[in-house]
């Protein structure tokens, strides 16, 4: 099967998530028929699987192949770990196999879909796996491995949820006698930001499910409201399973390095036929990974701060510090540790990607790239210190028109966890200029000021756009005949919402006008100038702002129109093939994983998606476990 496939589907209805599924395109992919994606991802640069003896001795590395690799399991008998692997291109992931050692690697997956976190059945004859194939969702699949039939175990009528409400599927255990299943599910929970609905990222409630390894028997076997239910795995005598339970408010919390030390969660198991429940742990601390190492022992992972480690219900057992450590995994006589470690940073402009385009390359980029009438592209260097560069569309040429560490007094400590900067730099439609917002973002915008900047293209002339009369001005945008920018207000803390909106500044008198008071983001004005796209947040019954939604709006306020209605977060819309289309970054294809499993991102879900700029003919074009956004199109020409 060739690994260069395409994503194909159009939604027949965004809200119901009436996917098409992934096409395979069986001619040799012409990759310079178009101009390149580009796109932000948040992940890892790299990562490799160790093994090491259960005491965190003769640490030795398994797998490196130079790429990403991750979420390994032990086989039943001790001798083979299975575990996902990006070496067929970042971004998409594989099931291999290996033996212990380290040899006789082995592919068992091969899709341009997400297949992740897999177990061998106890018996070594099937594997159940995490794959979005067949509808971009996340679903349990089952491989027979002598006859490599694949089966959706959890794609069927009675299994699914409610298709307009998050609906995946996670993490698979195997029970011991190989004929049932434990996982996570957010099936049948509702689309809800961090702190009560407001927040743009979304929080995720897990329940426990089991099911046969036919397909029978589905049902619930442990369930909290508001919390979050995950990474089940069964005791050796079938009867009980273990999980973490935490609030499902702490699914948005343990993604920020900031607020992971501050919350806590416990190890629960259940019986699987009465669902009487046993808390093994108490007190604070992010405890994850359980797993039993016998009846009387269960093995787990406490995650962030000092008191990282390796932990054990055993009293008296010591903590296990071993270094970087992510999603350990025990062998079954607990003798011995499979896990992985990531390294972050790295990423290279122009990295290349996984394309699951047969006429496209897919690029990284640091974050908001915008590209002048010559080609020249600019962006926020977030990978760096949130500086404004230039560049052509290859790398080359780059060169810093402003410097936040040299031109601004901004809290280098805000700047270094990306909460500060020069953000969302746009060009003039002369291409001699470049707008910007200089200041405090995201959650810290509300604590400090942002005014609009502009400079050109050679980094000379920097000017203030906006005074005081604005708390946080940004995300600035201009219009068709560059006389006027239109940007987000946003007021301080404290002082209501009336200050917040679109405001449109006049660069010849450098009056500000009113043009929308809603809660409004990312605006950007089409390249005729007939429209302004926006992300708005959309108040629903019984939230504060739980749903965004991407709409456009005459400059003089008229003719609202969304473009997007699913219940899940879109935004980090842009115009691209000179106003015909819009590119965006969308939850609504759900989480690939649980969310407590990913590390130093706040929205591990989004994936990006292509529109006309009328709202039709939606599809999906990335299909990645990380968060996908920021995109554009090279434009043709642009070298």
């Not at 099936?187 to 930001?193: C, S, V």
């Not at 973002?441 to 756009?465: C, H, I, P, Y």
């Amino acid at each position: 099967m060739d690994r260069r496939k395409f994503i194909g589907g159009a939604y027949a209805a965004v809200l119901a998530l009436a996917q098409k599924p992934l096409a395979v395109l069986a001619a040799e992919p012409n990759k310079a028929a178009q101009g390149a994606l580009l796109l932000n991802r948040i992940g890892p640069a790299a990562s490799q699987i160790f093994v090491a003896n259960a005491d965190g001795s003769n640490e030795r590395k398994l797998i490196d192949s130079g790429t990403l690799d991750y979420n390994a399991s032990f086989s039943a008998d001790g001798q083979w770990l299975v575990f996902t692997s990006e070496r067929d291109g970042l971004g998409n992931s594989n099931i291999y196999r290996a033996r212990v050692d380290g040899s006789e690697v082995e592919r068992l997956t091969d899709s341009p879909a997400v297949d992740d976190a897999a177990a061998l059945s106890p018996d070594g004859s099937k594997l159940a796996f995490v794959s979005t194939r067949d509808g971009f969702l996340a679903n349990i699949w089952v491989l027979d491995l002598k006859t490599r039939a694949l089966r959706n175990l959890t794609g069927a009528s009675g299994v699914q949820g409610k298709a307009d409400l998050p609906n995946g599927f996670f993490r698979p255990s195997w029970s011991p006698d190989s004929q049932w299943l434990a996982f996570s599910s957010d099936r049948n929970t509702e689309w809800k930001g961090h702190h009560n609905g407001a927040g743009w990222e979304h929080t995720q409630e897990l329940s426990v499910y089991i099911i046969r390894a036919d397909g029978s028997g589905f049902r619930q076997v442990a369930s909290r409201p508001n919390h979050c239910l995950g990474s089940p795995k069964w005791s050796p005598d079938g009867k009980r399973i273990v999980f973490y339970e935490t609030l499902a408010e702490y699914t948005y919390w343990v993604l920020r390095p900031d607020l992971l030390p501050k919350i806590d969660s416990q190890i629960v198991s259940v019986d699987v036929a009465s669902g009487a429940r046993i808390e093994h742990t108490s007190g604070p601390g992010f405890k994850l990974g359980a797993q039993y190492i016998s009846m009387d022992e269960i093995a787990y992972r406490r995650k962030g701060g000092a008191d990282a480690g390796l932990y054990s219900t055993l009293v008296g057992k010591g903590v296990v510090k071993i270094d970087r450590l992510r999603t350990p995994a025990w062998s079954p006589d607990g003798k011995q540790v499979v896990y992985e470690k990531f390294t972050w940073g790295g990423w290279k402009q122009n990295q290349s990607l996984y394309s699951w385009d047969a006429e496209r390359e897919y690029r990284y980029t640091d974050v908001w790239p915008a590209f002048s009438k010559d080609g020249m592209m600019v962006l926020t260097a977030k990978g760096q210190d949130s500086s404004v560069d230039i560049m052509r569309a290859d790398g080359s040429e780059r060169k810093r028109i402003f410097d936040v560490s040299k031109q601004s007094d901004l809290d280098p400590v805000l700047v270094k966890r990306g909460l500060a900067g020069a953000f969302y730099p746009v060009w003039s439609p002369d291409g001699e200029w470049v707008v910007f917002g200089l200041g405090s973002w995201f959650t810290e915008r509300g604590n400090g000021r942002a005014r609009l900047m502009r400079v050109r293209r050679d980094g000379s002339a920097v000017e203030q756009l906006t005074d005081d009369s604005v708390f946080n001005a940004g995300f600035p945008s201009y219009s068709a005949d560059g006389k006027e920018v239109v940007f987000r207000a946003w007021g301080k803390d404290g002082q209501g919402y009336d200050q917040q909106g679109l405001r449109i500044v006049n660069l010849e008198t450098r009056k500000i006008r009113v043009l929308t008071k809603d809660y409004d983001n990312l605006p950007l004005w089409s390249p005729d100038g007939s429209r302004i796209m926006v992300t708005r947040g959309v108040k629903k019954e019984g939230s504060i702002w739980s749903n965004f939604d991407i709409f456009t709006i005459r400059p003089d306020g008229t003719d609202l129109r969304r473009l997007t209605t699913s219940e899940a977060s879109d935004g980090h819309a842009v115009w691209t093939n000179g106003g015909k289309q819009i590119l965006w970054n969308s939850a609504m294809a759900g989480y690939r994983d649980e969310a407590c499993m990913y590390d130093q991102t706040f929205q591990p879900y989004g994936q990006v998606f292509v529109m006309d700029a009328d709202g039709s003919n939606k599809r999906q074009i990335t299909d990645s476990i990380w968060e996908d956004s920021t995109p554009q199109f090279v434009p043709p020409g642009a070298r």
